[in-house]
């Protein structure tokens, strides 16, 4: 072979190679995760970027319904939130709910005890009710599909709640909630959440009798012996009690407002507690534990413009929110 043509072959060679590699540097990538997202859980995963089948304790028939995640999520929201609300608001939730199934999932493989990853009874997970489902609530789960909310590559514990009171609360203080670090819920003014909600629930008073406080005090496993007044021992920076003094009993203010009955003690955001006679009277602001999303709060922000990853984004700091399945 001559040199020109030798020359010839050498650079249609390299011709070739140089067309290869580009069309490789080139090539549509792989769908995988988004950097810094957090994994589908293995349980549940069907492969990249894939919507997971959800199996679902229903509670009414006590049985298990598989159904696309997804449609799960839909009547989660639907439960949880006005279905009437602000497109935004109901968008909030939804990426709410669908990262607190994915965290608990994750964490503890759903609900492990019922041959499910997830169940309608509340004590065990979310709210779910498909009739209250209308196309607002279809459209918020639509426009967030497969959107979740993550702290350093984990699911965030995506806790939620009626009205703040004015002031979110940590997780310590409203849920006395230490099992793990949760850097990313602080004590957030609010005054949103206290203009928005109904009267009734921006202040409330509950009375209760002393039999009924040493009831609740019993199945806490204390004893707390004949008392003349309730004192608040101990608040958190959001202003919420954190221990109560009730004779010789100490407890935990969150623990107490369950023991209580969590719709008839409304928070522990308390103002004042007097005793007369046999009644026992509290007064506070607020609805529900105060940490993570107040509800009227995501409401009254939607109403103002706030788009729902913002709305959460105030609630929730040093978070991302990532789409993990199309």
């Given at each position: 072979?001559?040199?020109?043509?030798?020359?010839?072959?050498?650079?249609?060679?390299l011709?070739?190679?140089?067309?290869?590699?580009s069309?490789?540097?080139?090539?549509?990538?792989?769908?995988?995760?988004?950097?810094?997202?957090?994994?589908?859980?293995?349980?549940?995963?069907?492969?990249?970027?894939?919507?997971?089948?959800?199996?679902?304790?229903?509670?009414?028939t006590?049985?298990?319904?598989?159904?696309?995640?997804?449609?799960?999520?839909?009547?989660?929201?639907?439960?949880?939130?006005?279905?009437?609300?602000?497109?935004?608001?109901l968008?909030?939730?939804?990426?709410?709910?669908?990262?607190?199934?994915?965290?608990?999932?994750?964490?503890?493989?759903?609900?492990p005890?019922?041959?499910?990853?997830?169940?309608?009874?509340?004590e065990?997970?979310?709210?779910?009710?498909?009739?209250?489902?209308?196309?607002?609530?279809?459209?918020?789960v639509?426009?967030?599909?497969?959107k979740?909310?993550?702290?350093?590559?984990?699911?965030?514990?995506a806790?939620?709640?009626?009205?703040?009171?004015?002031?979110?609360a940590?997780?310590?203080?409203?849920?006395?909630?230490?099992?793990?670090?949760?850097?990313?819920?602080?004590?957030?003014?609010?005054?949103?959440?206290?203009?928005?909600?109904?009267?009734?629930?921006?202040?409330?008073?509950?009375?209760?009798?002393?039999?009924?406080?040493?009831?609740?005090?019993?199945k806490?496993?204390?004893?707390?012996?004949?008392?003349?007044?309730?004192?608040?021992?101990?608040?958190?920076?959001?202003?919420?009690?954190?221990k109560?003094?009730?004779?010789?009993?100490?407890?935990?203010?969150?623990?107490?407002?369950?023991?209580?009955?969590?719709?008839?003690?409304?928070?522990?955001l308390i103002?004042?507690?007097?005793?007369?006679?046999?009644?026992?009277?509290?007064?506070?602001?607020g609805?529900?534990?105060?940490?993570?999303?107040?509800?009227?709060?995501?409401k009254?922000r939607?109403?103002?413009?706030?788009k729902?990853?913002?709305?959460?984004k105030?609630?929730?700091?040093?978070i991302?929110?990532y789409?993990?399945?199309?």
């Amino acid at each position: 072979m001559s040199r020109r043509n030798h020359l010839r072959v050498s650079i249609a060679i390299l011709m070739t190679l140089l067309l290869l590699v580009s069309c490789r540097a080139f090539r549509r990538p792989e769908q995988g995760p988004a950097s810094g997202a957090p994994a589908i859980p293995k349980a549940i995963a069907k492969g990249a970027r894939q919507e997971p089948t959800l199996k679902v304790y229903i509670k009414d028939t006590k049985q298990v319904k598989t159904m696309p995640f997804e449609e799960y999520i839909t009547g989660v929201v639907a439960a949880e939130m006005d279905p009437k609300w602000p497109l935004e608001a109901l968008a909030a939730q939804a990426i709410l709910a669908r990262t607190f199934t994915l965290e608990k999932i994750a964490r503890e493989g759903g609900v492990p005890n019922r041959n499910a990853h997830a169940s309608t009874d509340t004590e065990e997970f979310q709210a779910y009710d498909a009739s209250r489902i209308n196309s607002n609530v279809r459209e918020a789960v639509r426009v967030t599909r497969g959107k979740v909310a993550a702290y350093n590559g984990n699911y965030i514990l995506a806790w939620f709640h009626a009205n703040s009171g004015g002031k979110t609360a940590t997780a310590a203080e409203g849920l006395s909630f230490e099992k793990v670090p949760t850097p990313y819920i602080v004590s957030v003014d609010d005054p949103i959440s206290l203009e928005a909600a109904p009267a009734k629930d921006r202040a409330w008073t509950a009375t209760f009798s002393k039999a009924e406080v040493t009831q609740a005090l019993q199945k806490m496993g204390q004893k707390p012996g004949k008392f003349t007044d309730i004192k608040i021992v101990e608040k958190g920076n959001s202003g919420r009690a954190l221990k109560l003094g009730i004779g010789n009993a100490t407890v935990s203010a969150p623990e107490f407002r369950l023991a209580m009955g969590s719709t008839k003690l409304k928070s522990t955001l308390i103002d004042s507690i007097t005793v007369s006679g046999n009644n026992i009277t509290f007064k506070g602001k607020g609805y529900g534990h105060g940490v993570g999303m107040s509800q009227w709060g995501a409401k009254g922000r939607s109403e103002q413009g706030a788009k729902a990853e913002d709305i959460i984004k105030t609630y929730f700091r040093g978070i991302n929110i990532y789409k993990i399945w199309d």
